[in-house]
């Protein structure tokens, strides 16, 4: 893996939010995930990280074909597949020490089929409503400036518009236990990071206010995990 970033910023100065909980959690860890770049050859996969990696991904796909209207089937059918292709598009093309390399073992016909039935009752249960993209990136970043200069970079799931016309920065959480994994999320620091990282190209959209949201794929019709911002 490269020293630097694409813009020649070491690599030791760019975080992550998993950067960030990775120092709290355990700063030997954090040197060696992050100083040493190892976090993709000490870091297992799990079952539940295919499951939420696919339906991450499957937002995404309906984000980008605008495929808000078409038929449950249709969605479960054609998002989940490319959803899988770009999982395992990106472990082969990028190996295994990457960021899909070690869910590709746990990407099985159970995981996609769970995948699958967590998003039908996600959308059943909010009668087909998801808010339309307002603007499609993957990644984000955004650079702090003084006598060294650090970069913040990554990004939530998807850029929406709330239903009283306010952008949302909106991240989609697998949990499954809803309020177990509801109760270990940061509302403190993700909020703030994630809105640093987009609200520059949401000023130059227009938009004034915007609101940061954590969607649960197990508990659709939870509206309480938010923080406004202007």
Same mark, same amino acid.
């Given at each position: 893996?490269?020293?630097?970033?694409?813009?020649?910023?070491?690599?030791?100065?760019?975080?992550?939010?998993?950067?960030?909980?990775? $120092?709290?959690?355990?700063?030997? !860890?954090?040197?060696?995930? +992050?100083?040493?770049?190892?976090?993709?050859?000490?870091?297992? /996969?799990?079952?539940?990280?295919?499951?939420?990696?696919?339906?991450?991904?499957?937002?995404?796909?309906?984000?980008?074909?605008?495929?808000?209207?078409?038929?449950?089937?249709?969605?479960?059918?054609?998002? $989940?597949?490319?959803?899988?292709?770009?999982?395992? @598009?990106?472990?082969?093309?990028? !190996?295994? +020490?990457?960021?899909? /390399?070690?869910?590709?073992?746990?990407?099985?016909?159970?995981?996609?089929?769970? *995948?699958?039935?967590? $998003?039908?009752?996600?959308?059943?249960?909010?009668?087909?409503?998801?808010?339309?993209?307002?603007?499609?990136?993957?990644?984000?970043?955004?650079?702090?400036?003084?006598?060294?200069?650090?970069?913040?970079? /990554?990004?939530?799931? *998807?850029?929406?518009? /709330?239903?009283? *016309?306010?952008?949302?920065?909106?991240?989609?959480?697998?949990? @499954?236990?809803?309020?177990? !994994?509801?109760?270990?999320?940061?509302?403190?620091?993700?909020?703030?990071?994630?809105?640093?990282?987009? *609200?520059?190209?949401?000023?130059?959209?227009?938009?004034?206010?915007?609101?940061?949201?954590?969607?649960?794929?197990?508990?659709?019709?939870?509206?309480?995990?938010?923080?406004?911002?202007?």
């Amino acid at each position: 893996m490269d020293d630097v970033a694409f813009d020649n910023i070491d690599r030791i100065y760019c975080f992550s939010l998993g950067d960030f909980r990775n $120092f709290e959690k355990c700063f030997f !860890g954090f040197l060696v995930k +992050h100083h040493l770049q190892k976090k993709y050859e000490i870091e297992e /996969g799990t079952f539940n990280q295919a499951v939420g990696s696919l339906l991450d991904l499957a937002v995404k796909k309906l984000h980008l074909s605008k495929a808000y209207h078409q038929p449950l089937d249709y969605l479960l059918n054609s998002l $989940f597949k490319a959803a899988e292709n770009d999982i395992r @598009e990106q472990a082969e093309r990028e !190996g295994p +020490h990457s960021f899909y /390399g070690s869910t590709l073992k746990f990407l099985t016909p159970q995981a996609l089929e769970q *995948a699958q039935k967590v $998003f039908k009752n996600y959308y059943l249960k909010r009668a087909g409503k998801i808010n339309k993209a307002i603007l499609h990136k993957r990644f984000w970043e955004c650079l702090l400036e003084g006598e060294t200069v650090f970069k913040i970079w /990554g990004g939530p799931d *998807a850029l929406e518009l /709330g239903s009283d *016309a306010v952008p949302e920065i909106v991240d989609y959480k697998y949990f @499954e236990d809803a309020q177990r !994994g509801k109760n270990n999320l940061d509302m403190d620091l993700m909020p703030k990071l994630y809105t640093l990282l987009c *609200a520059s190209e949401l000023q130059n959209l227009g938009y004034k206010n915007f609101r940061f949201r954590v969607r649960s794929w197990t508990d659709p019709l939870d509206e309480s995990l938010y923080e406004e911002f202007d």
